[in-house]
């Protein structure tokens, strides 16, 4: 009688440790590669560093002021929030055309999804390396064929403009195929009532299948608006920054301020005030989702 | 009679549809086209600029310019190496995180499943600087292990196997410990492999999510010879002049992989997206 109760008890310590053996893999890397770097790159914006990284005294909020009275940061600011509120809602917004012109199924339909979704197997060097060569002023396609003269990423006026261009074409892919099956999941019946109704395309889009794939469209936004916030590839790439600061967004100004001057005050502040502008910009999609999304369908 | 017509009018117009559609398609995917036609352009025309798209004379020139002044064969090694070794690492470490997720008990299982999710919330590029000075203290700059350890683990990956393990019926598992099964044995045997299908959207989304990543190995690779072909071919230095032609080789060189897994694997990766997302 006592031997099965030994053996149960045995067996539940072993099962009491035995989750760490599966845990602890994951935990060990989420934990030097995520949870220390965040709390060290938060605790330490507080203090004073030398260019090896190491604390030197307490400064309080000292490293957000200097940031912040740095202007070309704060101009980095203010392209990144640019070059997030022109990319988000283009590439949902032609993702979403081009759902609906996609999702009634047809012979040739996979020719024309898998062209529409190419884009999303795209790296961020090699589109750049493209789009590059087709924004050149004299050798480029774009001013070939529109007969300008513009100097695209030469010009102050235009250069953000490029990469968002090249943003929206990069993030069409991804989207379309998101929102082409989430269209595709709508049930029948209610789009077959819009056209009893009478409604035409542009109304059987923005009244009917829109609402019906609100969430998946939440989600995108939520999802590309961190991203988007976060873009340093092509400025890095393509302009370094230039021409005058036009295309500096908080991220690559931050890699510059630790690759190139070694300057870790800057470059913590600046992660976290980037970090703290993507909670609030997704705290704001929240707050709008609860008037705007439709989850009763 | 009248709806014959209107039926062979429908489809008359369904199959103009269908060609706007793809040319529409073509439209999208132009900057790809665009970038293999030019890579078999003679230098002479890609310099001449205007709208010419088709070569006059087909030529391997900007090929093999690309694959001799540059290392880029070296390049698309230490990237394979890379994607390979991250997306083998994150596999493991992955399931057997999501394994005892699923089916494992132990105390505040939720707590830590959810403080373990709170990690999607923290971009990668505000812990890039602090994860740079790790990094560098272990002395692993320009390594392939300094390259890929960030990436040997991701939160969304074990919350999509942790969803697809739980499809997995609890009484088999059951079944299998009376037949004296441990946990171990059960997940690599049993468990696994009736997961291939999920596994393997994993390993493909990681693979090129790793293939196509640019900022980390910049930041943490100098030399030449370690640097991934995303970072090389931003960096190609040809005479001037020639350069576009053998940069749009070199750029078609390095998406065939990614272009070649999407084509093969089309359908998984859009479940892999379904399920969690492809972080790029």
Request: hydrophobic residues 50%; aromatic residues 12%; charged residues 10%.
């Amino acid at each position: 009688m006592g031997k099965p109760v030994v053996k149960k008890r045995k067996k539940t310590l072993f099962q009491k440790f035995e989750p760490i053996f599966y845990l602890a893999p994951a935990f060990i890397f989420l934990g030097i590669f995520v949870y220390y770097p965040f709390a060290k790159t938060v605790s330490e914006s507080f203090f004073l560093l030398d260019s090896m990284g190491k604390v030197k005294e307490f400064i309080g909020l000292e490293n957000y002021v200097s940031v912040l009275h740095n202007s070309s940061f704060v101009k980095a600011i203010f392209n990144s929030l640019k070059f997030t509120v022109f990319t988000v809602p283009f590439s949902v917004g032609l993702a979403f055309c081009l759902a609906m012109i996609a999702s009634k199924k047809r012979k040739t339909s996979p020719i024309y999804e898998t062209l529409f979704s190419l884009p999303m197997a795209m790296s961020t060097s090699v589109s750049a390396m493209i789009f590059e060569l087709m924004f050149s002023p004299t050798l480029g396609i774009i001013n070939a064929l529109t007969g300008s003269s513009i100097k695209w990423l030469n010009d102050k006026d235009t250069a953000l403009w490029v990469l968002i261009i090249i943003q929206v074409w990069m993030n069409i892919g991804y989207n379309f195929l998101f929102i082409l099956s989430a269209v595709r999941g709508i049930d029948a019946d209610k789009l077959e009532a819009a056209d009893v109704e009478g409604a035409n395309v542009f109304q059987k889009a923005t009244k009917v299948v829109l609402p019906l794939v609100s969430p998946t469209v939440f989600f995108l936004l939520c999802n590309s608006l961190a991203k988007m916030i976060m873009m340093s590839g092509l400025s890095l790439i393509l302009t370094q920054g230039g021409p005058l600061g036009s295309t500096e967004t908080m991220i690559s100004w931050m890699y510059k301020q630790a690759s190139e001057n070694s300057n870790y005050n800057n470059a913590y502040a600046s992660a976290v005030i980037a970090f703290g502008i993507t909670m609030i910009a997704t705290i704001i999609t929240f707050i709008y989702e609860k008037k705007g999304v439709n989850y009763d369908n | 009679m009248t709806t014959n017509r209107v039926k062979k009018r429908s489809k008359v117009g369904d199959g103009i549809l269908q060609a706007i559609y793809i040319c529409l398609g073509l439209t999208i995917a132009f900057p790809i086209i665009y970038a293999v036609l030019i890579s078999f352009m003679e230098p002479s025309q890609v310099l001449a600029g205007g709208v010419n798209l088709i070569p006059k004379k087909w030529t391997l020139e900007n090929y093999k310019t690309a694959l001799t002044s540059a290392p880029l064969m070296r390049f698309m090694l230490n990237s394979l190496i890379i994607a390979l070794g991250a997306s083998v690492v994150r596999l493991a470490v992955s399931s057997l995180a999501a394994f005892a997720f699923a089916f494992l008990d132990f105390p505040c299982k939720n707590v830590i499943f959810m403080v373990m999710l709170a990690t999607i919330m923290i971009p990668a590029d505000i812990v890039l600087v602090a994860n740079y000075r790790t990094v560098s203290s272990m002395g692993l700059i320009n390594t392939y292990l300094g390259m890929m350890i960030v990436f040997f683990v991701s939160a969304m990956n074990i919350f999509q196997l942790r969803q697809s393990f739980l499809t997995f019926a609890v009484s088999l598992k059951e079944a299998a410990h009376i037949d004296g099964c441990s946990n171990f044995k059960f997940f690599l045997t049993i468990l696994l492999p009736t997961n291939v299908s999920t596994l393997l959207t994993v390993f493909i989304t990681a693979f090129i999510g790793t293939w196509n990543t640019y900022l980390w190995p910049l930041l943490v690779t100098n030399q030449t010879d370690m640097r991934t072909v995303q970072v090389g071919i931003t960096m190609l230095n040809f005479s001037e002049g020639t350069v576009y032609g053998p940069i749009m080789a070199a750029s078609t060189i390095v998406m065939i992989p990614t272009l070649f897994l999407f084509f093969t694997f089309q359908k998984k990766i859009v479940a892999g997206m379904m399920s969690g997302g492809v972080k790029g």
